[in-house]
Every structure is written in structure tokens, then in C-alpha cells.
């Protein structure tokens, strides 16, 4: 159960990170700052001549949270935003871009945040290790969709194209790489290190039922006997072959006359 659950959080996770990933647009350090407005109720910042637009934006994302509350009204939006922000900043600042440039989208998107946020939080008490693991699984995931942003922008070829300028961005450009990588290892050996307990757990269980069916087996009749003895009260019945059988074992064979 907890191998199927594991998926579901996995397909749920993969299905964000693509959403994310189809935009390919870097987020500025504003939209966050509007995320932790709406968490305490405060209007957001609002850049100088854009206040038509950030009015805008704070429209959406408080008609957002309204309709997630009624959807979800256990949840604590404060805490949502505040999980997101801790351990996948790049998450929550995609809802906020498509507050001010996707507003048809972002209603659904903050659902399918909340989903995946409690689809996490509800293991807390259950498995607090694997929560753990959880944690940390979304801080590297988020990590990793913002090294591959950004390598995807030192890729471009600056506007100064100076030797200079050139040289610090291939230089910079190679450090992100190697931090990508270094990433992607880490969360690969996790992935194996974790498959290969979930293997050993399975291979216990499987060896335990073995032994299991195998002493049924060799119990056969005597389960049977039970089982009929308790649904009817009665003792087991012999079939005929099996009484003739039974009688020739009971009675001792006769001597030869001498």
C-alpha cells in the first residue's frame, strides 16, 4: 500500500514539474513576496506604474484561495503557502506568474498544489521518517528545476558581447552544470538506495507467505477436520475407500497355523 501510495505522490509530482517546466519562464523575487501577502492578508507589493496589473494579479489569487477554501475547507491556506515556500519556492512562484499572466490557470493550478500538499502532510504522523524524506525529495526536486532554468538562460549568448562577459558566462555556466549533476546523482542513488529496502521488504514477505502455504500443506487434513468440526459439529467423514483403508490398518493381521 505504502509502494502505491509512493507512486501516486511520484505521477502527481511529475505532473507539476512538467506544467512547470512547459513555461519556461524564471520567476522574479516579487511574485513571492505577493505569495506571503495573500497568506497574511495583506495586499501585495506593487511595482511603480504597474498598479493596474498587480491589482489584477491580487484579484486572482484572492479569487483562487476563496475557491480553494470551499473546496478544501480543513485546509489552512497559510500553511500551504508556507510549506510551498520552505521547500518549493519555483512551485509557488508559477501560481503567482499565472495569477498576473494566466489568470484562467491559476485557480486549477493552486489545487493541484493542495493536493500534493496534503497528499505529503497526511503521512506526518503516520511515517515521519518517509515524511522526512519527502521534504527533503521536494527541497532537491526544486533545486533542480531551478539549476536547469538557469542553465538554460547561460546557454543564450549574453547581449555584451564582450570576451570578458563571455568568459564569466561559460564559466558560470559550467558551475551550474556540475551543481545539476551533482543533484542528479544524489537523488538517483536515493531513489536506488530506497527501491533496493523496498526489494528486501518484499522479498521477507514473500519468504514468510512461502513458509506459510507450506505449512498448510503439510497440515492439510487436520485443517480441514477443524474447519468442518466447527461449521457442523460433527466429525470429519470417511469415504468408503478411506474407511476400508482405515479398518485394514486398525486390525492386527492373523499369525499362520504352525
Same mark, same amino acid.
Given at each position: 500500500?505504502?509502494?502505491?501510495? /509512493?507512486?501516486?505522490? #511520484?505521477?502527481?509530482?511529475?505532473? =507539476?514539474?512538467?506544467?512547470? @517546466? ?26 511603480? /506604474? ?9 484579484? =486572482?489569487?484572492?479569487? !483562487? ?12 491556506? !497559510? ?26 490557470? !491559476?485557480?486549477?493550478?493552486? @489545487?493541484?498544489?493542495? *493536493? ?16 522526512? %524524506? ?10 533542480? %528545476? ?11 549568448? /549574453? ?9 564569466? %558566462? +561559460?564559466? %558560470? ?13 544524489? /537523488? ?36 480441514? *477436520? ?12 470417511? +469415504?468408503?475407500? *478411506?474407511?476400508?483403508?482405515? #479398518?485394514?490398518?486398525? =486390525? ?7
Amino acid at each position: 500500500m505504502r509502494v502505491m501510495i /509512493g507512486l501516486c505522490r #511520484g505521477w502527481m509530482l511529475l505532473a =507539476v514539474s512538467l506544467s512547470l @517546466a512547459l513555461t519556461g519562464v524564471r520567476a522574479a523575487d516579487a511574485p513571492i513576496a505577493a505569495a506571503k501577502a495573500v497568506a497574511d492578508n495583506a495586499p501585495p507589493p506593487a511595482a511603480a /506604474g504597474d498598479t493596474a496589473m498587480a491589482k489584477a494579479a491580487q484579484l =486572482v489569487r484572492q479569487d !483562487a484561495v476563496a475557491a480553494l477554501q470551499r473546496a478544501r475547507p480543513e485546509l489552512v491556506v !497559510a500553511d500551504l503557502l508556507a510549506f510551498y515556500r520552505e521547500n518549493a519556492p519555483d512551485l509557488l512562484a508559477e501560481w503567482e506568474r499565472r495569477c498576473g499572466q494566466q489568470p484562467d490557470s !491559476a485557480e486549477s493550478y493552486l @489545487a493541484l498544489l493542495a *493536493e500534493h500538499y496534503a497528499n505529503i502532510v497526511k503521512i506526518k504522523d503516520e511515517d515521519p521518517e518517509e515524511y522526512e %524524506r519527502l521534504l527533503w525529495q521536494q527541497r532537491q526536486e526544486s533545486k533542480v %528545476r531551478s539549476l536547469s532554468r538557469a542553465i538554460q538562460d547561460l546557454s543564450r549568448p /549574453g547581449e555584451d558581447g564582450s570576451l570578458g562577459a563571455e568568459a564569466a %558566462r +561559460l564559466m %558560470r555556466l559550467q558551475e551550474e552544470k556540475m551543481k545539476l549533476r551533482q543533484l542528479l546523482e544524489e /537523488g538517483f542513488d536515493s531513489a536506488q538506495q530506497r527501491q533496493l529496502v523496498e526489494i528486501n521488504r518484499l522479498e521477507n514477505e514473500v519468504r514468510d507467505l512461502r513458509r506459510l502455504v507450506s505449512e498448510r500443506a503439510a497440515n492439510r487434513q487436520l485443517i480441514l *477436520e477443524q474447519r468442518f468440526m466447527v461449521l457442523t459439529g460433527e466429525e470429519w467423514p470417511q +469415504l468408503p475407500a *478411506e474407511e476400508r483403508e482405515a #479398518g485394514r490398518l486398525s =486390525v492386527p493381521a492373523e499369525r499362520p497355523a504352525p
